[in-house]
């Protein structure tokens, strides 16, 4: 089965660009995160969806973040302008309705963002 | 919302038992506690959760104690691939997951 799919893998990008990460989660999982990883922060959550629905994004740092969630198998994370303290590896989990309770997320690989 | 503390780092013989700490002080009675782990440059893997029982399933024991202050993640024949790090968390909410700085487990052979 496949797991949860991000992309890309790797961005390498000039401040002040936009940059679009993406996350396909686990077919029938209808909670999704994303979180954000940084050596001096640790994994940070960003925000959650629950049924294509944002819950909670207090964690997201600033206006320059934002994240959608058309439909249920398509999330993405946008961050513009990109500053270089915006460096991480960001990642998606999602969860079925019943992970919910019992806290088990599958994560993606990751995307690792290098802002220069 | 309850907090997690857990030692930095561990060092743990090839074939040797791991024995992980946690302290969680300000538990409260429905708040379950979860471990997961983290490979070098992978997303962080599910490894168990409990409320107040020992679980144990393929990949680990867990141990809490009874007044629910403290737990100890158990991985019996620890191998090379099980050093990562280990995150002790405390659900706050329903959905809502946030990692602490963990514990680094190094096997060693």
Not at chain 1, 12 to 25: S, W, Y
Not at chain 1, 61 to 68: N, V
């Amino acid at each position: 089965d496949a797991g949860v799919i991000q992309s890309p893998r790797h961005e390498v990008t000039e401040m002040g660009q936009e940059v679009t990460l993406r996350c396909k989660p686990i077919s029938g999982h209808n909670s999704l995160f994303w979180y954000r990883q940084t050596m001096m922060r640790g994994l940070e959550l960003l925000i959650y969806f629950n049924n294509n629905v944002p819950i909670d994004d207090s964690g997201m740092p600033e206006d320059r973040f934002s994240a959608k969630m058309p439909n249920a198998s398509f999330s993405t994370l946008k961050i513009q302008p990109s500053e270089p303290r915006d460096s991480a590896v960001y990642f998606c989990a999602s969860t079925p309705w019943e992970g919910l309770y019992t806290g088990e997320l599958f994560f993606g690989e990751g995307s690792r963002l290098t802002v220069l | 919302d309850a907090k997690t503390t857990q030692p930095t780092s561990m060092d743990c013989a090839e074939g040797r038992a791991a024995n992980l700490p946690c302290n969680h002080s300000t538990i409260s009675g429905n708040e379950y506690v979860y471990w997961y782990r983290q490979i070098h440059s992978q997303g962080p893997q599910y490894i168990i959760h409990g409320l107040k029982n020992n679980e144990t399933n393929e990949m680990a024991s867990l141990i809490i104690t009874e007044d629910r202050k403290s737990s100890t993640l158990i991985l019996p024949h620890a191998t090379l691939r099980d050093t990562a790090v280990y995150y002790c968390i405390v659900r706050v909410s329903d959905n809502d997951m946030r990692f602490g700085a963990g514990t680094r487990l190094t096997v060693k052979p």
